[in-house]
């Protein structure tokens, strides 16, 4: 048995000192500090750091296998391991093949699970090819059988193994997934209104940040969630709406719940520090899609991290090969996205729990219990109780430190936040009752010790 002391969890918003029992990778007890204490083989010292349940990143693009020259397995579990993040789920639309049948999905698995440094879980997807020839009905089946947390869904896309769907295919698949009780992700960006005013910025030359974001026009991610909004008011499956963006797409999912309608939805970091302005600043750095918006949107975000119509976060983590994809003048040239992973933790401590924002038990469940709830990982993730996984987040709060991009793990080493001081920083991340990252030895766990979690709704 071993034993972690000197843990300071969060219990109602108080800090509460425990010592925390662990057997086979699984919590066997947790008693709090001045009891008798239980003979053990092995003892980590917490050091009085604020101990949380393992965190989750529920959306990555780690491309593997197929786009490994922008991140593989490894290195974005790596990154995991370091950010704090001991569950990672991956998206089915990044690596070649997609992950549309039971086939693609073994052939990933098999190439990823020896390189895991953390424990991850998949996405399945869908093309309108298989709603066409029926083909998605066995697909899907076999990969919820296979322990998909849901399938992924793109009202807009620019993958060509990956197309976007229409409304009816949209219907098809979220009644099927109603049946499979499986949650319906969208990333909700309008094509018809995204596809015109992207082209016309291109066709009066534009070439500056600010021009993305007017392509990528403000209105087209309400309207998209609208649309599959309603759909989900007919049909009545689970829906989840990725990387909210805007005030009034929060809205739209703010009236979808108060219908009663099964809807949750997640934000990133990069939507709740950074708004336009900051895009015409730092550039391609900040280059994203649904790109980023105006001040009242920001707040606003951070609003409903607060009342409870955002349910979590995510980092939408994807990694452009640096500097080659994201140094063109011109940035419709440059490639969209951040590798967040590693940076996601501190982020929400300094701007969230630090500048007054969120609780700690706030933090708690939007980057862990809330997540594992929503995709059938609870209460094996997402818990600090007997029964559930070993997985722990040791934090040293009050530590000041200083982002240097050319240490992240991730093979993209860029930041928005590059040579931002943030206060809090990973003490320890701890997987199945092992040491997998050190503040001061760095990522020390086993390549493949990251197992496959499986959802487990039936
Ligand atoms: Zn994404």
């Keep these: 048995m071993l034993r972690i002391k000197n843990a300071r969890i969060v219990e109602k918003d108080q800090l509460k ?27 980590i010292d917490a050091q009085r750091n604020v101990v949380f349940p393992g965190f989750i990143d529920p959306h990555v693009h780690f491309d593997d296998p197929g786009f490994t020259e922008r991140e593989d397995f490894e290195t974005g579990t790596k990154s995991a391991a370091a950010g704090g993040i001991t569950t990672i789920i991956d998206m089915p639309c990044t690596s070649i093949p997609p992950i549309t049948t039971a086939s693609n999905y073994d052939y990933k698995l098999n190439i990823v699970k020896s390189k895991a440094y953390v424990d991850f879980a998949f996405w399945g997807g869908v093309t309108p090819e298989q709603v066409e020839s029926g083909e998605y009905k066995k697909s899907l089946k076999e990969l919820k059988d296979r322990g998909i947390v849901g399938v992924k869904f793109y009202t807009i896309s620019g993958m060509e193994l990956y197309p976007r769907m229409s409304v009816p295919y949209m219907d098809k698949v979220f009644r099927l997934m109603k049946e499979l009780n499986l949650v319906c992700a969208i990333h909700a960006e309008d094509y018809y209104l995204v596809d015109y005013y992207s082209h016309l910025m291109q066709e009066m030359g534009r070439e500056d940040p600010e021009s993305w974001s007017l392509g990528r026009t403000y209105e087209a991610e309400p309207e998209a969630i609208w649309s599959v909004v309603g759909i989900t008011e007919k049909v009545g499956n689970k829906l989840h709406i990725v990387h909210l963006s805007t005030k009034e797409g929060l809205n739209v999912i703010r009236w979808a719940k108060a219908q009663g309608l099964n809807v949750s939805t997640e934000t990133c970091p990069q939507y709740l520090i950074f708004t336009t302005e900051d895009f015409k600043k730092l550039g391609s750095l900040l280059k994203i899609a649904p790109p980023l918006r105006k001040e009242e ?18 980092t939408d983590h994807a990694a452009g ?26 982020t929400m401590l300094h701007y969230g729990y630090h500048q007054g924002r969120l609780t700690l038990s706030e933090v708690q469940k939007l980057m862990s219990e809330n997540t594992a709830k929503r995709y059938g990982l609870y209460p094996q993730k997402g818990a600090i109780q007997i029964g559930s996984d070993a997985d722990f ?6 530590k000041e430190w200083t982002v240097e991009p050319s240490k992240l793990k991730s093979k993209g080493k860029y930041s928005p936040l590059a040579g931002k001081t943030l206060k809090g920083k990973i003490y320890m991340t701890i997987l199945r009752g092992e040491i997998v990252y050190k503040d001061d030895e760095g990522v020390i766990g086993e390549k493949g010790f990251g197992e496959l979690v499986k959802s487990k709704v039936e």
Aim: glycine letters at 8%.
């Design 17 to 43: 000192t425990v010592n925390i029992y662990i057997e086979r990778g699984k919590i066997k007890d947790i008693l709090p500090a001045g009891e008798a204490l239980l003979s053990v083989k092995k003892e």
């Design 393 to 398: 987040t040791i934090i040293d709060m009050d």
């Design 321 to 346: 090969k640096y500097p080659e994809e994201k140094s063109s003048p011109d940035i419709w040239k440059n490639y969209a996205g951040i590798p967040g992973t590693q940076l996601a933790v501190p």
């Design 297 to 314: 949107d920001r707040e606003e975000l951070w609003k409903g991290l607060k009342d409870g119509s955002i349910d979590f976060l995510s």
